[in-house]
């Protein structure tokens, strides 16, 4: 992990000020300055010079206040579970740690709807959303906060069918750089009315405001669910069925890509025993078992045609929930298969059709400089994760990783992919971000400096 040069950005008028609106709720304490110094991505390291630990609206409007009169930068933060460095304070300052506004405000069901605070969780909110027959669909896999989830416009394993925070959120009331608060979107499933200020905000990461109460879109609970899993020779095989899988309108809840790599290490973390091999689990959901019935005999044809094997199907909700378990701690059973090493995840998307040559291409690449790299993803959308691991001091590896990790991203900006399908830019990508935004990269900048003309918001995220 590379510590990160601290420049003094919190003066001792600035902490004397926030100390005397904020008492007890401020921290120095170093422990908890280092909590707040990384994310999951544990590349840097960077503490910031005080915690706030915001109660409400009025407090996260009050720290903007202050922060405009003495120049300091604001970085928001909930549960740290960034990948891309967001909530790393490069530029010291306040860390504005939202984890304490967890209030489930309205939920109004009858019109798929609830307003919550940005510390939040989505499994929190869908515990207490279950016994109305209601969830909230975006599952990026950690225990992310709502509002760093749209901080970042995540998605999740659940994207396929549900699309992304952009497609889930009406409503956002957001805090701007001097403290206004201003409400953008609509509760109202569509509109019409004016510039779509609330997709400004959306992926924003914190640098062009705060946003402090989200009201997002619910859906009612699948009736009846199964989930087919199925063995194939390549990672290409698969990535292909799963493109002929979507061309049959089945609509799947889910539809992943987990490679033998990733497989082996999920086995060994959990005590599962699937088959070790690029395999594609696919989840369908329909009102009538009948219905279901059919839609799983296509797939398993569909499948079967594009040279799946060892196919089984989970039907009853424990089992189906071992293999979501399973997925969703990938990640960490590959850190605990390597311990003493740094991870490097990160994620690509590419239009649905050059997916099975950009995958093949990665593994193709990282086989031939030496990585034990593993890949999964979200595959219906075109979406995809690789993930690297080292020896922190190993810098040749790294080199080596680096090599790959450019060449994968330019292959997918030359097919008209992007750069992050669902991570987000953060600190590690904004120099992919310049090349694949370039014509628009000046009219992105005029916007930071419209709304945010002191460089306060999180500074060193996104623009390069």
């Known amino acids: 992990m590379t510590t990160l040069t601290r420049p003094d950005t919190l003066s001792p008028a600035a902490l004397e000020a926030l100390q005397a609106r904020f008492g007890e709720q401020l921290s120095t304490v170093p422990a908890v300055l280092d909590a707040h110094g990384r994310d999951e ?86 515990r207490q959303l279950r016994h109305l027959g209601l969830f909230f669909p975006v599952d990026p896999g950690a225990e992310a906060s709502l509002g760093g989830m749209a901080s970042t416009n995540a998605s999740g394993t659940a994207a396929v069918r549900y699309g992304t925070m952009r497609d889930n959120v009406l409503e956002l009331r957001v805090a701007l750089a001097g403290g206004e608060v201003i409400r953008v979107g609509s509760r109202a499933r569509k509109t019409s009315a004016g510039y779509d200020l609330k997709n400004l905000f959306i992926g924003a990461e914190g640098t062009l405001g705060v946003i402090t109460e989200l009201t997002v879109r619910l859906w009612p609970l699948p009736a009846h669910l199964v989930v087919l ?52 689990w696919i989840e369908l959901a329909s009102p009538s078992e009948t219905a279901l019935a059919e839609a799983l005999e296509l797939c398993r044809e569909l499948v079967t045609d594009g040279g799946g094997t ?40 590419v239009p649905l059709h050059q997916l099975p040559e950009v995958v093949e291409f990665t593994r193709r690449e990282a086989d031939a400089a030496g990585l034990d790299a593993s890949i999964v993803g979200h595959v219906g959308d075109g979406n995809f994760h690789v993930l690297f691991h080292a020896p922190p001091d190993d810098a040749e590896t790294w080199e080596r990783v680096n090599r790959v990790y450019d060449a994968m991203i330019t292959e997918t900006l030359s097919r008209g992919g992007t ?4 991570h987000g830019v953060g600190l590690h990508k904004r120099a992919y971000l310049a090349r694949e935004h370039a014509d628009t990269l000046t009219l992105m900048r005029g916007i930071k400096g419209l709304l945010d003309p002191q460089g306060l918001l999180n500074p060193g995220k996104i623009l390069p």
């Open 41 to 126: 991505s544990r590349q840097e390291f960077a503490r910031p010079h005080a915690v706030l630990f915001a109660q409400g609206e009025a407090d996260v409007v009050d720290a903007l206040r202050l922060a405009r009169e003495h120049g300091f930068p604001v970085v928001p933060f909930a549960v740290g579970s960034s990948l891309e460095g967001q909530v790393i304070p490069v530029a010291g300052g306040l860390s504005l740690d939202v984890s304490g506004m967890t209030a489930v405000l309205e939920v109004a069901a009858g019109g798929f709807q609830a307003t919550v605070q940005p510390g939040l969780t989505y499994p929190e909110l869908n």
């Open 229 to 280: 899993r199925a063995n194939f020779a390549t990672l290409g095989e698969a990535a292909r069925s799963a493109v002929d899988i979507m061309g049959a309108a089945l609509q799947p809840e889910r539809l992943e890509l987990i490679d033998e790599r990733q497989i082996h290490a999920v086995n060994v973390h959990k005590g599962t025993d699937f088959p070790e091999a690029p395999t594609l």
């Open 310 to 349: 060892g196919l089984h199907a989970a039907h009853s909700a424990e089992e189906r929930a071992k293999l979501w378990e399973a997925r969703h701690h990938a990640y960490y059973a590959i850190t605990a298969l390597h311990p003493g090493h740094v991870n490097m995840t990160t994620d690509l998307c």
């Open 419 to 422: 750069c992050t399908g669902e």
